[in-house]
């Protein structure tokens, strides 16, 4: 048996039918239980222990045990990436490690499977950030109190292993739940008039995008460079992995070494899904074309519709002379629009070069709601940045930015085609931000209702110093 927290590990060690947890440093040593069960062996006749305490055990859910050390190991750790904990209680934070370990545990009781590649992905991708953060392995190791490198990894697994679990099982719980007109309304008539949001100030952002084209020349050097690639894992057996680790500039999957597990329904672009789809288990594509740059892949695994894949991306160059040319048009662009030779939409539908708003007037849309309004206080900071200065019919000058998904850099203009003022809800006018609220709404009761009905049907034991505690759920059992 295994038990986790946040960078905390526990062994336990068997005597009869009892478990005894390797305790923390700051409770009872591991020599002090060998020492108080041998007191206790001799006492009584073999195989007729007497019931060992459990010293350091917080509760215990299904096959997962917490450890008080988790507890205080977690707080510790909430505290370290800044988060506010002046109103997180004792209680209230095992309460949610206690939930966590009953959405892992019923999620291996479904058989619902976190691959160990993706585990090791995000585990890697850690300690990377650990040691750029901290300055070298030994100090992260020093830091954390660990004695090598090894057990710290497998720590780290274990932690990620339960953490993934837990969100697939919750993704699953709520994956099916939709939301119709009719509820959204009965949703917003059932919130008392004095008690309805107050919804922030938004704003209303259009863009007009140039992206730079790389020379053919340039092209044929990323091709060839994929080639290259390509040729030494096939002939000299070299890792894919390693190689992507190397020479990928995709953000999101370079430190997992490429690693990727896509359904046909995944939001990636539908050449990539092609190529992959069409590949046989063990297989590295051809270099090909995205807008993010050229590709290959290699395929892990097919498990059904869902593949586990490798990917190298690279994007060629952009000469300076390329990317003053695109500033240079984007500029004129701008400068005809101020003179009325047409509007700012019917400039994005002709000129923009980013497909996903040049049909809509260049109009942006919130990832959170797909809506077209931002409200201020939830913007991204460096789209906040591009406008929070334009005033209204104002068109910011060229900006260069950095493709975040590793794509090519762009040049782009702006421009606030409507302001609303901070207000309360209305049902015409915030439909779409009313229908996500009816909808967390739903789901937020759909896990209420997983959780009683889980906890009513698993092992669950919490101490006795705990068992006063007012948790959110029925961990308690009469």
Same mark, same amino acid.
Not at 294 to 304: A, C, Q
């Given at each position: 048996?295994?038990c986790?927290?946040i960078?905390?590990?526990?062994?336990?060690?068997?005597?009869?039918?009892?478990?005894?947890?390797?305790?923390? =440093?700051?409770?009872?040593?591991?020599?002090?239980?060998?020492?108080?069960?041998?007191?206790?062996?001799?006492?009584?006749?073999?195989?007729?222990?007497k019931?060992?305490?459990?010293?350091?055990?917080?509760?215990v859910?299904g096959?997962?045990?917490?450890?008080?050390?988790?507890?205080?190991?977690?707080?510790?750790?909430?505290?370290?990436? *800044?988060?506010?904990?002046?109103?997180?209680?004792?209680?209230?934070?095992l309460?949610? @490690?206690?939930?966590?370990?009953?959405?892992? /545990?019923?999620?291996?009781?479904? #058989?619902?499977l976190?691959?160990?590649?993706?585990?090791n992905?995000?585990?890697?991708?850690?300690?990377?950030?650990?040691?750029?953060?901290?300055?070298?392995?030994?100090?992260?190791?020093?830091?954390y109190?660990?004695?090598d490198?090894v057990?710290?990894?497998?720590e780290?697994?274990?932690?990620?292993?339960?953490?993934?679990?837990?969100?697939k099982?919750?993704?699953?719980?709520?994956?099916?739940?939709?939301?119709?007109?009719?509820?959204?309304?009965?949703?917003?008539?059932?919130?008392?008039?004095?008690?309805?949001p107050?919804? *922030?100030?938004e704003?209303?952002?259009?863009?007009?995008?140039?992206? &730079?084209?790389?020379?053919?020349?340039?092209?044929?050097?990323?091709?060839?460079?994929?080639?290259?690639?390509?040729?030494?894992?096939?002939?000299?057996?070299? #890792?894919f992995?390693v190689k992507?680790?190397?020479?990928s500039? =995709? &953000?999101?999957?370079k430190s997992?070494?490429?690693f990727?597990?896509?359904?046909?329904?995944?939001?990636?672009?539908?050449?990539?899904?092609?190529?992959?789809?069409?590949?046989?288990?063990?297989?590295?594509?051809?270099?090909?074309?995205?807008?993010?740059?050229? /590709?290959?892949i290699?395929?892990?695994?097919?498990?059904?519709?869902?593949?586990?894949?490798? /990917?190298?991306?690279?994007?060629?160059?952009?000469?300076?002379?390329?990317?003053?040319?695109?500033?240079s048009?984007?500029?004129?662009?701008?400068?005809?629009?101020?003179?009325?030779?047409f509007?700012?939409?019917?400039?994005?539908?002709?000129?923009?070069?980013?497909?996903?708003t040049k049909?809509?007037?260049?109009?942006?849309?919130?990832?959170? =709601?797909?809506?077209?309004?931002?409200e @201020?206080t939830?913007m991204?900071?460096?789209?906040?940045?591009?406008?929070?200065? @334009?005033?209204?019919?104002?068109?910011?000058? &060229?900006?260069?930015?950095?493709?975040q998904r590793?794509?090519?850099?762009?040049?782009?203009?702006?421009?606030?085609?409507?302001?609303?003022?901070? /207000?309360?809800?209305?049902?015409?006018?915030?439909?779409?931000?009313?229908?996500?609220?009816?909808?967390?709404?739903?789901?937020?009761?759909?896990?209420?209702?997983?959780?009683?009905?889980h906890?009513?049907?698993?092992?669950?034991?919490?101490?006795?110093?705990?068992?006063?505690?007012?948790?959110?759920?029925?961990?308690?059992?009469?």
């Amino acid at each position: 048996m295994i038990c986790t927290g946040i960078l905390s590990i526990c062994s336990v060690i068997v005597f009869g039918q009892q478990t005894v947890p390797e305790v923390p =440093d700051n409770q009872v040593e591991p020599e002090e239980i060998v020492a108080e069960a041998e007191i206790t062996k001799k006492k009584d006749t073999v195989n007729n222990f007497k019931r060992i305490k459990l010293d350091g055990i917080s509760a215990v859910v299904g096959d997962y045990v917490i450890l008080d050390s988790d507890v205080a190991k977690t707080l510790i750790d909430l505290k370290s990436q *800044g988060a506010a904990t002046d109103d997180i209680t004792h209680c209230g934070l095992l309460g949610k @490690l206690m939930e966590d370990r009953l959405y892992a /545990h019923q999620a291996v009781q479904d #058989s619902i499977l976190v691959s160990d590649d993706m585990v090791n992905a995000q585990s890697e991708a850690q300690l990377q950030s650990l040691v750029q953060q901290i300055g070298s392995m030994p100090k992260v190791l020093k830091y954390y109190k660990k004695l090598d490198e090894v057990s710290f990894r497998e720590e780290l697994y274990k932690i990620n292993k339960l953490r993934m679990l837990s969100e697939k099982m919750q993704q699953e719980i709520i994956m099916d739940i939709e939301i119709t007109p009719e509820e959204v309304r009965q949703f917003f008539s059932n919130i008392p008039d004095d008690e309805r949001p107050v919804l *922030g100030a938004e704003l209303e952002i259009a863009q007009i995008v140039k992206t &730079p084209k790389p020379s053919d020349e340039e092209n044929q050097k990323v091709v060839d460079k994929l080639n290259q690639i390509k040729a030494d894992i096939e002939d000299n057996d070299a #890792s894919f992995n390693v190689k992507a680790i190397l020479y990928s500039q =995709d &953000p999101g999957s370079k430190s997992k070494g490429g690693f990727y597990s896509i359904t046909k329904e995944t939001g990636f672009d539908k050449t990539f899904k092609d190529v992959a789809f069409s590949l046989r288990e063990g297989q590295v594509s051809e270099p090909f074309k995205t807008p993010f740059g050229y /590709h290959i892949i290699f395929i892990e695994k097919i498990r059904g519709q869902e593949l586990d894949l490798r /990917h190298i991306l690279i994007s060629p160059e952009i000469s300076d002379a390329v990317a003053e040319e695109a500033k240079s048009e984007l500029d004129s662009i701008r400068q005809k629009i101020m003179n009325e030779e047409f509007t700012f939409a019917e400039a994005a539908l002709n000129f923009s070069d980013e497909k996903e708003t040049k049909y809509d007037g260049g109009v942006l849309r919130n990832p959170e =709601d797909f809506g077209a309004r931002f409200e @201020l206080t939830k913007m991204d900071p460096s789209l906040y940045n591009q406008v929070r200065n @334009l005033k209204d019919n104002e068109i910011s000058y &060229p900006t260069l930015e950095e493709d975040q998904r590793g794509g090519p850099p762009k040049y782009k203009i702006l421009k606030v085609t409507n302001r609303y003022d901070e /207000h309360k809800a209305d049902f015409a006018q915030d439909y779409i931000k009313i229908q996500q609220l009816a909808l967390t709404q739903k789901q937020f009761n759909a896990i209420k209702e997983w959780m009683a009905e889980h906890i009513a049907d698993t092992y669950v034991s919490v101490n006795d110093a705990n068992r006063d505690c007012d948790f959110a759920n029925k961990w308690v059992k009469d």
